[in-house]
C-alpha cells in the first residue's frame, strides 16, 4: 500500500501528542522523590498537578482559536516545543511553589496541542473516529515508556533528570514536525480573536442538549481519569505494598491496555454508534476499580489493571461525539471549548484524590472513583433505555 500524506499527518500528531503526554506522565512516578525532596504532603503535590491539569484544560479552547486563525501547525509546533523547554524548567526548580509555577507552565503549553490536533485530523479523515483512536495512543504510548523510563532515572539519579526526559523526546519530534506537515489554510483568519471570546456565543455551543449532556459524561470520566493517571503507582505501593518498580511496571502495562483500548473503542464507535464504545468503557472502568481496591492476588489486581485500563480509554469515542455536534465552522472553537470545560473540572481529580487519602486512606478514594464511572455508565444506559435524544 502506498504511503499517504494523511498517513504522515496522523502519525506525526501522534508523536506530539507522546511528547506532550510524556512530560507530565514522567512526574507520577517519582511523586515520592519529588515528596521527599520539598517536605510536602500528598494533597500538596495533587493540588501542584490539578494546577498542571487546570492550565491544560485552561488553553484547550484559546488553541481552537488559535487554530481557526492561523493553521493548525504552527499551534502544535508551539505546543510540543514549548512542552520540552518547560519540562527542563521544571527539573531545575529550587522550591515548591516555583515547581508549581513551572508545572502550570508545562499544563499551559502541553494544552495547545490535542484539540488543534483533532480538528487537523477532521480536515484530512473521514473516518473520524478511527483516525482520533490513533492519535490517542501517543498517550498511552507515553504513558508506557515515561513511567519506567522515569522511574529508573529517578532511582539512579533522582527525580530532576527523570522529569528533563520530555526534552530528549521533543526536540526531534518539534524538527520532523515541522519539516514534514504541511501549513493548513486557517478556517477563520479574518475574524477578531475578541469576538470568538463573546459569552453568548459560547454559551449557546455548550448549552446544546447533546453537548451538555456529553460535557457532564466528560467531566466526570475525566476527573477519574485524573485520579488515576496521579496516583495509580503511588496507589499500588501503599495500599498494595508493591515496590515502585513493580508499581511503575503494572502502570506502563495500563498504558498498554489504553494504547490498544483507544483503538478498539474508536473503530467500535465508527461502526455501532459513539454511545455504546463508551458505556462500554465507563462499565470495564466501574468492575476494574472495585476489583481493583477488593482483590489482594496478583491475578485479581491484573485483571482490574486491564479493566480499568480501557475504562479510562473512553476519549476515542467521547471526542468524536461531540465533534459530530459541530458543524465545520465551529469544530475548531466548539470542540476546544468543550475540552476545556471537561479538562478544566477533571483536573480536580489529582487534588481530590490525594485529599480523600489524606482523610480516608487509599482504598476509599479508589472506590469513589469506581462510584463514579458507574454513574457516567447508568447516565448513558438512562438516555439510551429512555430515548432521551441527548
Same mark, same amino acid.
Given at each position: 500500500?502506498?504511503w499517504?500524506y494523511?498517513?504522515?499527518v496522523? &502519525?506525526?500528531?501522534l508523536?506530539?501528542?507522546f511528547?506532550?503526554?510524556f !512530560?507530565r506522565m514522567? *512526574?507520577s512516578?517519582?511523586?515520592p /522523590? *519529588? @515528596?521527599?525532596? +520539598?517536605?510536602v504532603?500528598?494533597?500538596?503535590?495533587?493540588?501542584?498537578?490539578?494546577?498542571?491539569w487546570l492550565?491544560?484544560?485552561?488553553?484547550?479552547?484559546?488553541?481552537g482559536?488559535l487554530g481557526d486563525?492561523?493553521?493548525?501547525?504552527p499551534?502544535i509546533l508551539?505546543?510540543v %516545543?514549548?512542552t520540552?523547554?518547560a519540562?527542563?524548567?521544571? !527539573?531545575f526548580?529550587?522550591?515548591?511553589?516555583? /515547581?508549581?509555577?513551572f508545572a502550570v507552565?508545562l499544563?499551559?503549553?502541553?494544552?495547545l496541542?490535542?484539540?488543534v490536533?483533532?480538528t487537523l485530523?477532521s480536515?484530512t479523515?473521514?473516518?473520524?473516529?478511527? !483516525?482520533?483512536?490513533?492519535?490517542s495512543?501517543?498517550?498511552?504510548l507515553a504513558?508506557?515508556v515515561?513511567p519506567?523510563?522515569?522511574?529508573?532515572?529517578? &532511582?539512579r539519579f533522582?527525580?530532576?533528570?527523570? &522529569?528533563a526526559l520530555?526534552?530528549a523526546v521533543?526536540?526531534?519530534v518539534?524538527?520532523? /514536525?515541522?519539516?514534514r @506537515?504541511r501549513?493548513t489554510?486557517?478556517?477563520r483568519?479574518?475574524?477578531?480573536?475578541?469576538e470568538?471570546f463573546?459569552? $453568548?456565543?459560547l454559551?449557546?455551543?455548550?448549552s446544546?442538549p447533546? @453537548?451538555?449532556?456529553?460535557?457532564? *459524561?466528560?467531566m466526570?470520566?475525566?476527573?477519574i481519569?485524573?485520579?488515576?493517571l496521579?496516583?495509580?503507582?503511588?496507589f499500588?505501593?501503599?495500599?498494595h505494598?508493591?515496590s515502585?518498580?513493580v508499581a511503575s511496571?503494572?502502570?506502563?502495562a495500563f498504558f498498554?491496555v489504553?494504547? &490498544?483500548?483507544?483503538?478498539?473503542? %474508536?473503530?467500535?464507535?465508527?461502526?455501532?454508534?459513539?454511545d455504546?464504545? *463508551?458505556g462500554t468503557a465507563?462499565?470495564?472502568g466501574t468492575?476494574?476499580?472495585? $476489583?481493583l481496591v477488593?482483590?489482594s492476588?496478583r491475578?485479581?489486581?491484573?485483571?482490574g489493571?486491564?479493566?480499568? $485500563?480501557l475504562?479510562?480509554?473512553?476519549f476515542a469515542?467521547?471526542?468524536p461525539r461531540f465533534?459530530?455536534?459541530?458543524?465545520a465552522?465551529e469544530?475548531g472553537?466548539g470542540?476546544g471549548?468543550?475540552?476545556? /470545560?471537561?479538562?478544566v473540572?477533571?483536573?480536580?481529580?489529582s487534588?481530590?484524590v490525594g485529599l480523600?487519602a489524606d482523610? +480516608?486512606g487509599?482504598?476509599?478514594?479508589?472506590?469513589v472513583?469506581? $462510584?463514579?464511572f458507574s454513574i457516567?455508565f447508568?447516565?448513558?444506559v438512562?438516555?439510551w433505555?429512555?430515548?432521551?435524544?441527548?
Open positions: 500500500m502506498r499517504q494523511r498517513t504522515t496522523l &502519525v506525526l500528531c508523536l506530539a501528542f511528547v506532550t503526554y !512530560a514522567a *512526574i512516578p517519582v511523586i /522523590f *519529588i @515528596v521527599e525532596d +520539598f517536605d504532603s500528598n494533597t500538596q503535590i495533587g493540588f501542584a498537578l490539578s494546577g498542571m492550565a491544560y484544560g485552561l488553553s484547550q479552547f484559546p488553541s482559536v486563525r492561523y493553521g493548525e501547525k499551534v508551539l505546543a %516545543g514549548g520540552a523547554i519540562s527542563l524548567l521544571l !527539573a526548580a529550587p522550591v515548591f511553589p516555583v /515547581f508549581v509555577l507552565l499544563g499551559l503549553v502541553a494544552g496541542h490535542y484539540a490536533a483533532t485530523l480536515r479523515y473521514d473516518e473520524l473516529g478511527r !483516525a482520533v483512536g490513533i492519535h495512543i501517543g498517550g498511552p504513558g508506557l515515561a519506567v523510563a522515569a522511574a529508573w532515572v529517578g &532511582v533522582g527525580w530532576r533528570p527523570a &522529569v520530555a526534552l521533543g526536540l526531534p518539534f524538527a520532523v /514536525f515541522a519539516w @506537515v501549513q489554510e486557517p478556517r483568519p479574518d475574524q477578531p480573536m475578541r470568538r463573546e459569552p $453568548g456565543a454559551l449557546e455551543l455548550v446544546r447533546a @453537548v451538555a449532556f456529553t460535557l457532564v *459524561i466528560a466526570l470520566g475525566t476527573f481519569v485524573q485520579g488515576l496521579t496516583f495509580l503507582p503511588t499500588l505501593i501503599e495500599y505494598r508493591y515502585a518498580t511496571a503494572a502502570f506502563s498498554v489504553r494504547a &490498544v483500548g483507544q483503538f478498539l473503542l %474508536g473503530e467500535l464507535s465508527d461502526r455501532y454508534g459513539r455504546l464504545a *463508551i465507563m462499565l470495564a468492575v476494574g476499580l472495585f $476489583g477488593a482483590g492476588e491475578v485479581a489486581i491484573g485483571v489493571l486491564l479493566l480499568i $485500563g475504562g479510562s480509554s473512553f469515542a467521547l471526542d465533534l459530530d455536534q459541530f458543524d465552522t469544530q472553537a470542540f471549548l468543550v475540552r476545556t /470545560f471537561y479538562t473540572i477533571g483536573s480536580a481529580g487534588v481530590g480523600l482523610l +480516608f487509599w482504598g476509599p478514594s479508589f472506590l472513583l469506581a $462510584g463514579l457516567t447508568l447516565a448513558l438512562t438516555n433505555a429512555f430515548d432521551l435524544g441527548y
